[in-house]
């Protein structure tokens, strides 16, 4: 298992906004280090959504944000469009691993 | 145009030895980290570990030390993931990543994926 922890699924209507996510712990999120967001389309590889907790690269719509505090962060998507029915991933760095590590991913459905 | 270009499918049998590999492009291969991610089928991604080709700094996750090699040739800008025993479980598909800030930083460009099957 992670140590960042993720809903295994989250559903939505079209338009809806629906926020997943990231709890961590005092090695990783909470003593500070940035939280990424990433979204994988099935059979393609992961992209990134959002970067150092809550910055979006060029290209990602502004329907996508991230927030962070204290041992948690979440990715909040408003508008729920059906292209956005993906798997979402957090990744920070954890210090009692010495390395990165993702959260176990949640897959979101567009209903 | 940034590019990270991955070699291809690989069938192997347990016991065997494999090196994938991951070329980058269109930008300066030793400015930036390249890491690699495994993803075993219909699994989450699992972050492996990391390389700074300028110099072959290398960091690996507890769960992959040991179990698996990366390495770098900066002269022909191409990073490497190899076993030397494979085994059922390494059967996955195998991402290559970039990053500007190595293990904290977050990756901006991914390779297309190589897939791994191990079977006898």
New interface residues.
């Given amino acids: 298992q992670?140590v960042l922890t993720q809903p295994p699924s989250v559903s939505g209507a079209p338009g809806q906004r629906v926020t997943i996510s990231c709890t961590g712990s005092s090695s990783n999120i909470g003593a500070g280090?940035?939280v990424?967001w990433?979204q994988?389309l099935p059979g393609t590889?992961?992209?990134?959504l959002i970067?150092?907790n809550n910055n979006r690269?060029s290209g990602v719509p502004d329907r996508f944000s991230g927030s962070e505090s204290g041992t948690s962060a979440s990715l909040a998507i408003t508008g729920l469009q059906a292209e956005d029915e993906a798997?979402y991933?957090c990744?920070s760095?954890d210090t009692s691993?010495?390395?990165?590590?993702?959260?176990?991913?949640t897959k979101l459905t567009v209903l | 145009e940034v590019q990270l270009v991955q070699s291809g499918a690989e069938v192997k049998k347990p016991g065997e030895s494999l090196k994938i590999s991951c070329k980058g492009s269109g930008y300066s291969f030793t400015n930036y980290w390249i890491g690699w991610v495994r993803q075993m089928p219909g699994k989450g991604l699992e972050w492996m570990g990391i390389i700074y080709p300028g110099d072959s700094d290398s960091r690996y996750s507890p769960s992959f030390q040991g179990q698996v090699t990366i390495s770098a040739d900066k002269s022909i800008s191409t990073a490497y993931l190899q076993w030397s025993t494979l085994k059922a479980s390494d059967t996955a598909m195998y991402y290559c990543a970039r990053s500007l800030g190595g293990v904290v930083a977050r990756f901006d460009y991914w390779g297309q994926g190589t897939l791994v099957t191990v079977s006898s």
């Avoid at chain 1, 590889?45 to 990134?48: E, L, N, R, T």
């Fill in positions: 992670s280090y940035d990424h990433y994988q590889a992961p992209k990134v970067y150092e690269p798997d991933y990744q760095y691993l010495s390395g990165s590590v993702f959260g176990g991913g």
